[in-house]
């Protein structure tokens, strides 16, 4: 994933890019999984494009939810995120997505970020996320 500087105060959504194929860019994580699969992401943090700014991964050791806030139900039950120190600083984060079949697979989350000098916190994602207004049950 590589932030980016906002231009002109325009909203934006960093893309993910595919390490092996530079060229190959993700604007929404969109995909399918059949028959109970699991499916794990390596994502790392490329702050290339802003060299000024110092950024982690947000750490939440509860839910099992670094560097993701959550906006539909169930999401937690599939997914587990776990942000990893590279030379002290947590640039990477690791997500298993679990395929559960009696749970629907319709998912909203934004990414979240934090600045570790100052504990500023970093929050964006799709500008098409949905938050699903039902309750998550404990």
């Known amino acids: 994933m590589r932030p980016r500087e906002p231009v002109d105060g325009e909203l934006q959504y960093w893309p993910l890019f595919n390490a092996a194929n530079p060229e190959e860019h993700f604007g929404n994580m969109r995909f399918k999984i059949c028959k109970g699969g699991v499916v794990t992401l390596k994502i790392t943090l490329d702050l290339s494009e802003v060299p000024c700014r110092e950024l982690e991964f947000?750490?939440?050791?509860?839910?099992k939810l670094d560097g993701i806030i959550a906006l539909s139900p169930d999401?937690?039950?599939q997914f587990r995120a776990?942000?990893?120190?590279?030379?002290g600083e947590y640039t990477k984060l690791v997500i298993k997505i679990r395929d559960k079949k009696h749970i629907p697979n319709?998912?909203?989350f934004l990414w979240m970020y934090v600045d570790p000098e100052t504990g500023m916190h970093f929050v964006f994602g799709d500008p098409h996320v949905v938050?699903?207004?039902?309750?998550?049950?404990?």
């Open 58 to 63: 947000a750490r939440c050791s509860h839910h």
């Open 106 to 108: 319709n998912f909203s």
């Open 75 to 77: 999401f937690r039950h």
């Open 82 to 87: 776990r942000a990893k120190a590279v030379d």
């Open 131 to 138: 938050v699903d207004p039902h309750p998550i049950e404990l």
